[in-house]
């Protein structure tokens, strides 16, 4: 798993959640408990912020 910052800004990973080794977050992304992200998934809070709330599947 990638997780890189942008503008000084980490993504938060909840610690149940499941996060691919294939896949990429960058920047403000904020990914809930019980939450997967699946693999070549690409999760860019680059504009935006992202929030993946609790149990939810990429």
């Given amino acids: ?3 890189r910052p942008l503008k000084h800004v980490q993504p938060q990973v909840h610690a149940n959640a499941f996060i691919d080794e294939q896949c990429i977050i ?3 992304v904020h990914i ?4 997967s ?14 929030r993946i709330g609790h149990s939810t599947s990429i």
């Fill in 32 to 35: 809930g408990a019980d939450s």
């Fill in 1 to 3: 798993m990638a997780l």
């Fill in 37 to 50: 992200v699946w693999p070549y998934s690409v999760v860019r809070g680059d504009v935006n912020h992202i």
């Fill in 26 to 28: 960058i920047g403000d």
